[in-house]
């Protein structure tokens, strides 16, 4: 990347709230060789931002949401344009109807105390107090948030934008990006061209060059994507109502726009807020009207209409229910009679925003193009706070929080279609204001991912979800009859209907089984990469041991082949430079447990490495991320002459199971030739097996604390397979096994999950699995004050067992005010009759783990539970049992 005093050459295109913000931030980094191209004019340009009513309510369950939206107001707060504000803080009311959301409202002030955000369930009467005029009839109550606010989306343009250009950046309004240029995997610049705004018929275009290039393009980012890159990004436009009342007697003038709390009326999915004399009104009741790229209107037609590209004209006919629901509100919008009375039709529109299939934003890099990024699908909520991010990510590598859940390459390219991004964003625009579980899977497209064993598991009953496409069995109706559901020595106590939901106490039938006799569970999903390296000299039988293979892995000292070769030489050199935790196995068939860090030494993931040759590796990974960085690393690398690394997917064609519990040996052992005794297949170990004939890679690993395998095949071999593990193991009692149970299992076995226990804002330490860094890697962790916890991830077991935590809770010391931290996972541990959270805690002093034993609360809908902080794991410390 060509570098100068003023850093490297940047393109930014487009100039709404989030273009404005990332090149504001990257001129006060030091990033001065910045130009911004807009295909519209300064500063209203026509995009969502010219248009969206700014509303800025901070809470979210996804914690990293949260801390955007606080970015955006701290930098907001207190800013003006011409002497006109940009941010005001006029708080926020979320209403409640039914009993159902009163009791979501509670929840999110959980969400709002372990995030940091000031909130208040508050009576009918004071939300009267607060609103005057507003009909509290039928409510129950609301959550007052009172820092949050109301952003101008065009001032907050103006302002970063004219302080970027203060600060060296270049504006090019008016002038549309017609490629983005790259050589090789190196973006190089971009085509650019002047909008015919005279209508002249002149087309010129000029090359601008760059080193970096951001797309911000937001509603053209998807037609974008698609033509100039070959890119379908999971992201829909969706039209939404919003309409206007005549002018009635709020008190507030033009200028000063609004004064009383922002109001979310979610049970009829609808927000209001005043606009000067005005109440402003935006509806999400009505059916999802998706918008097509050719659907939005070119620069062109907004140079000669004026009529904003994000603005389409109102359905009056699908904004109605929300209206009338408005008039019940606020009687004073009732005004001569029924229907449209006191609705401004010819002021209100449909504008145009971007959902995704999570609701979250698409940022980072785009995986393959170095020097390629985006930031797309970003509200006026978070905008100013993705430019912090954007620009820290983009100057220094670190964005400064966890953007697992943010990245653009967080969905499984095999899925994104655009099929599947336009029914996964109708879909995530119907739920907007739903009370959503947070173990509910989407309800579109199932079925596009099914394994091998799919129709076995229908005929067993399953109960499924959805995850990355995949069809995966939470529990089986079959094991109805597997004895009494207990909870350790104890009957099953019945859940409420929340925690209830997506789950069966068949779950505990189910993990009791395992536990104590053999369990089957479908691991087809688990996301599983092969690398190796060809064109270098290896031993005659040596050959890449993979699930699709036949040949054997041959158990040989791989020191004998040299390291400074291939697959091995690269993760060594991962291990030298700090990125990767340990060193891959010195011995063929040897498996690693490690995780992939970061510059600063934090988590970006965890891996499990299984040698099958000197030369080639099957990984087990968490995801298209951990796939992207690897690419990115290997881009980097540079191999030996003639060499050449290949990543490629293990996980398509194959299917995977897991075969765990007491008997699972047993269970195996009838379907091979090969002697499975500990001392000829050890923990940790892989070997390809010929399992009732069909070529099997099994890993002896566990993430549920028993014996067993990890046991992967070509899918045409799957169904066999399925059918003869079953068959083999009727003596034994095997039983398919769910997700539901495993996920308890883990969590009995303190098995951290990443993503959830932890992700790249925590240290090794921090998080308990530095046990998992040698060599290298902690002396760089060392070197970098890694190793010195700011806070612990520990263990929680509440007081009742009986009562369950679905994650996100606020822990605190008994009777205290201020949350010591917050849960990440939870459930009840079936087999050690608890209930078990981790969770993260702020050190009891400089950094120190709180003491075994030291009592806790935690929130949970609103009513303190009490709990202790605990040793880990729960189930056998010892390991002994999938060590057997």
């Given at each position: 990347?060509?570098?100068?005093?003023?850093?490297?050459?940047?393109?930014?295109?487009?100039?709404?709230?989030?273009?404005?913000?990332?090149?504001?931030?990257?001129?006060?980094?030091?990033?001065?060789?910045?130009?911004?191209?807009?295909?519209?004019?300064?500063?209203?340009?026509?995009?969502?931002?010219?248009?969206?009513?700014?509303?800025?309510?901070?809470?979210?369950?996804?914690?990293?949401?949260?801390?955007?939206?606080?970015?955006?107001?701290?930098?907001?707060?207190?800013?003006?344009?011409?002497?006109?504000?940009?941010?005001?803080?006029?708080?926020?009311?979320?209403?409640?109807?039914?009993?159902?959301?009163?009791?979501?409202?509670?929840?999110?002030?959980?969400?709002?105390?372990?995030?940091?955000?000031?909130?208040?369930?508050?009576?009918?009467?004071?939300?009267?107090?607060?609103?005057?005029?507003?009909?509290?009839?039928?409510?129950?109550?609301?959550?007052?948030?009172?820092?949050?606010?109301?952003?101008?989306?065009?001032?907050?343009?103006?302002?970063?934008?004219?302080?970027?250009?203060?600060?060296?950046?270049?504006l090019l309004p008016w002038t549309r990006v017609s490629a983005v240029n790259t050589s090789g995997s190196q973006v190089t610049g971009v085509q650019i061209c002047p909008v015919d705004v005279e209508g002249s018929g002149v087309d010129t275009s000029e090359t601008l060059p760059a080193d970096v290039v951001l797309l911000c393009a937001g509603l053209w980012g998807p037609g974008m994507a698609r033509d100039q890159l070959g890119l379908e990004l999971p992201m829909l436009p969706v039209e939404h109502g919003f309409g206007f009342s005549l002018p009635v007697s709020t008190g507030v003038d033009a200028a000063t726009e609004v004064v009383k709390p922002m109001l979310r009326h979610q049970d009829c999915a609808m927000y209001l807020r005043e606009w000067g004399d005005r109440?402003?009104?935006?509806?999400?009741?009505?059916?999802?009207?998706?918008?097509?790229?050719?659907?939005?209107?070119?620069?062109?037609?907004?140079?000669?209409?004026?009529?904003?590209?994000?603005?389409?004209?109102?359905?009056?006919?699908?904004?109605?229910?929300?209206?009338?629901?408005?008039?019940?509100?606020?009687?004073?919008?009732?005004?001569?009679?029924?229907?449209?009375?006191?609705?401004?039709?010819?002021?209100?529109?449909?504008?145009?925003?971007?959902?995704?299939?999570?609701?979250?934003?698409?940022?980072?890099?785009?995986?393959?193009?170095?020097?390629?990024?985006?930031?797309?699908?970003?509200?006026?909520?978070?905008?100013?706070?993705?430019?912090?991010?954007?620009?820290?990510?983009?100057?220094?590598?670190?964005?400064?929080?966890?953007?697992?859940?943010?990245?653009?390459?967080?969905?499984?390219?095999?899925?994104?279609?655009?099929?599947?991004?336009?029914?996964?964003?109708?879909?995530?625009?119907?739920?907007?204001?739903?009370?959503?579980?947070?173990?509910?899977?989407?309800?579109?497209?199932?079925?596009?991912?099914?394994?091998?064993?799919?129709?076995?598991?229908?005929?067993?009953?399953?109960?499924?979800?959805?995850?990355?496409?995949?069809?995966?069995?939470?529990?089986?109706?079959?094991?109805?009859?597997?004895?009494?559901?207990?909870?350790?020595?104890?009957?099953?106590?019945?859940?409420?209907?929340?925690?209830?939901?997506?789950?069966?106490?068949?779950?505990?039938?189910?993990?009791?089984?395992?536990?104590?006799?053999?369990?089957?569970?479908?691991?087809?999903?688990?996301?599983?990469?092969?690398?190796?390296?060809?064109?270098?000299?290896?031993?005659?039988?040596?050959?890449?041991?993979?699930?699709?293979?036949?040949?054997?892995?041959?158990?040989?000292?791989?020191?004998?082949?040299?390291?400074?070769?291939?697959?091995?030489?690269?993760?060594?050199?991962?291990?030298?430079?700090?990125?990767?935790?340990?060193?891959?196995?010195?011995?063929?068939?040897?498996?690693?447990?490690?995780?992939?860090?970061?510059?600063?030494?934090?988590?970006?993931?965890?891996?499990?490495?299984?040698?099958?040759?000197?030369?080639?590796?099957?990984?087990?990974?968490?995801?298209?991320?951990?796939?992207?960085?690897?690419?990115?690393?290997?881009?980097?690398?540079?191999?030996?002459?003639?060499?050449?690394?290949?990543?490629?997917?293990?996980?398509?064609?194959?299917?995977?199971?897991?075969?765990?519990?007491?008997?699972?040996?047993?269970?195996?052992?009838?379907?091979?030739?090969?002697?499975?005794?500990?001392?000829?297949?050890?923990?940790?170990?892989?070997?390809?097996?010929?399992?009732?004939?069909?070529?099997?890679?099994?890993?002896?690993?566990?993430?549920?604390?028993?014996?067993?395998?990890?046991?992967?095949?070509?899918?045409?071999?799957?169904?066999?397979?399925?059918?003869?593990?079953?068959?083999?193991?009727?003596?034994?009692?095997?039983?398919?096994?769910?997700?539901?149970?495993?996920?308890?299992?883990?969590?009995?076995?303190?098995?951290?999950?990443?993503?959830?226990?932890?992700?790249?804002?925590?240290?090794?330490?921090?998080?308990?699995?530095?046990?998992?860094?040698?060599?290298?890697?902690?002396?760089?962790?060392?070197?970098?004050?890694?190793?010195?916890?700011?806070?612990?991830?520990?263990?929680?077991?509440?007081?009742?067992?009986?009562?369950?935590?679905?994650?996100?809770?606020?822990?605190?010391?008994?009777?205290?005010?201020?949350?010591?931290?917050?849960?990440?996972?939870?459930?009840?541990?079936?087999?050690?009759?608890?209930?078990?959270?981790?969770?993260?805690?702020?050190?009891?002093?400089?950094?120190?783990?709180?003491?075994?034993?030291?009592?806790?609360?935690?929130?949970?809908?609103?009513?303190?539970?009490?709990?202790?902080v605990a040793a880990e794991p729960r189930f056998d410390p010892g390991s002994t049992r999938m060590r057997g």
């Amino acid at each position: 990347m060509a570098q100068h005093s003023r850093g490297p050459r940047v393109v930014i295109v487009g100039l709404g709230v989030v273009g404005a913000a990332v090149a504001d931030e990257l001129v006060l980094r030091g990033w001065t060789d910045v130009t911004v191209v807009e295909q519209g004019p300064l500063f209203e340009t026509g995009g969502s931002s010219s248009h969206a009513p700014g509303f800025v309510f901070q809470t979210s369950p996804n914690r990293a949401m949260t801390q955007l939206a606080q970015r955006t107001l701290r930098k907001l707060d207190g800013l003006s344009v011409n002497g006109e504000w940009v941010s005001k803080r006029v708080g926020g009311i979320e209403l409640a109807t039914t009993e159902e959301r009163l009791r979501e409202l509670r929840r999110r002030q959980g969400f709002a105390q372990s995030w940091g955000v000031p909130a208040q369930l508050i009576p009918p009467e004071q939300i009267a107090a607060l609103w005057p005029g507003l009909d509290t009839t039928g409510l129950l109550g609301g959550l007052h948030t009172p820092t949050d606010a109301v952003v101008k989306g065009v001032r907050a343009v103006e302002f970063q934008a004219r302080r970027a250009e203060a600060g060296g950046a270049t504006l090019l309004p008016w002038t549309r990006v017609s490629a983005v240029n790259t050589s090789g995997s190196q973006v190089t610049g971009v085509q650019i061209c002047p909008v015919d705004v005279e209508g002249s018929g002149v087309d010129t275009s000029e090359t601008l060059p760059a080193d970096v290039v951001l797309l911000c393009a937001g509603l053209w980012g998807p037609g974008m994507a698609r033509d100039q890159l070959g890119l379908e990004l999971p992201m829909l436009p969706v039209e939404h109502g919003f309409g206007f009342s005549l002018p009635v007697s709020t008190g507030v003038d033009a200028a000063t726009e609004v004064v009383k709390p922002m109001l979310r009326h979610q049970d009829c999915a609808m927000y209001l807020r005043e606009w000067g004399d005005r109440i402003a009104v935006g509806a999400y009741e009505h059916r999802p009207l998706p918008v097509t790229p050719d659907q939005i209107a070119a620069a062109e037609d907004f140079a000669r209409t004026g009529i904003h590209p994000a603005v389409h004209p109102f359905t009056a006919e699908d904004f109605a229910p929300t209206w009338a629901e408005a008039q019940r509100l606020l009687p004073q919008l009732a005004r001569g009679g029924e229907g449209a009375a006191g609705l401004d039709a010819a002021r209100s529109f449909n504008g145009i925003f971007s959902f995704t299939p999570d609701g979250g934003p698409l940022l980072g890099p785009v995986p393959g193009t170095a020097g390629l990024w985006m930031a797309q699908s970003v509200w006026v909520t978070q905008s100013a706070g993705v430019g912090e991010v954007m620009a820290d990510w983009m100057t220094t590598g670190d964005p400064g929080i966890d953007t697992h859940g943010l990245d653009l390459g967080r969905f499984d390219p095999a899925v994104v279609s655009s099929r599947w991004a336009q029914e996964q964003g109708e879909e995530s625009y119907d739920e907007v204001y739903d009370i959503i579980h947070p173990k509910a899977t989407t309800l579109r497209m199932r079925g596009l991912r099914t394994s091998a064993f799919h129709p076995r598991q229908q005929e067993l009953g399953a109960v499924f979800e959805s995850a990355a496409g995949w069809e995966r069995p939470l529990w089986f109706e079959s094991n109805q009859g597997l004895g009494e559901a207990r909870l350790g020595d104890q009957p099953l106590p019945d859940r409420d209907a929340w925690s209830g939901r997506h789950w069966s106490p068949i779950a505990a039938r189910e993990a009791r089984h395992l536990r104590e006799h053999v369990g089957l569970v479908d691991m087809s999903s688990l996301s599983r990469l092969q690398l190796h390296s060809t064109g270098h000299s290896t031993a005659v039988g040596t050959q890449p041991c993979t699930a699709v293979g036949t040949q054997p892995c041959t158990a040989v000292d791989a020191d004998a082949d040299p390291e400074g070769h291939g697959a091995t030489a690269f993760l060594l050199d991962l291990h030298a430079r700090g990125l990767l935790s340990r060193r891959p196995s010195r011995t063929v068939g040897g498996i690693v447990y490690a995780l992939l860090l970061d510059e600063r030494g934090r988590v970006l993931s965890d891996i499990t490495l299984a040698r099958t040759g000197p030369q080639s590796y099957h990984l087990g990974i968490n995801g298209p991320l951990d796939t992207a960085w690897l690419r990115a690393r290997i881009a980097e690398h540079q191999p030996a002459a003639g060499e050449t690394l290949q990543l490629t997917d293990a996980g398509t064609g194959a299917c995977g199971l897991g075969l765990w519990g007491p008997q699972a040996r047993t269970v195996l052992q009838k379907l091979v030739a090969e002697d499975l005794s500990d001392e000829d297949f050890k923990f940790y170990r892989a070997r390809q097996l010929r399992v009732a004939g069909v070529p099997v890679l099994a890993l002896r690993l566990s993430y549920v604390g028993e014996l067993g395998w990890e046991l992967y095949a070509p899918a045409e071999f799957g169904r066999f397979l399925w059918d003869a593990l079953m068959d083999a193991g009727q003596a034994q009692q095997i039983r398919p096994v769910g997700r539901r149970a495993f996920e308890s299992l883990r969590l009995e076995k303190g098995f951290r999950l990443w993503g959830t226990d932890m992700t790249r804002e925590h240290t090794p330490v921090e998080a308990g699995v530095d046990f998992a860094v040698t060599g290298e890697a902690a002396k760089k962790l060392a070197a970098l004050g890694a190793d010195v916890p700011r806070r612990r991830l520990q263990c929680l077991v509440l007081e009742d067992p009986a009562q369950v935590l679905l994650g996100h809770e606020p822990v605190f010391a008994p009777g205290g005010t201020d949350p010591l931290g917050y849960v990440t996972s939870a459930d009840q541990g079936y087999t050690v009759g608890e209930s078990i959270a981790y969770a993260w805690l702020e050190g009891s002093a400089q950094g120190a783990a709180r003491s075994i034993g030291d009592p806790v609360e935690i929130a949970c809908f609103g009513e303190r539970l009490p709990a202790v902080v605990a040793a880990e794991p729960r189930f056998d410390p010892g390991s002994t049992r999938m060590r057997g």
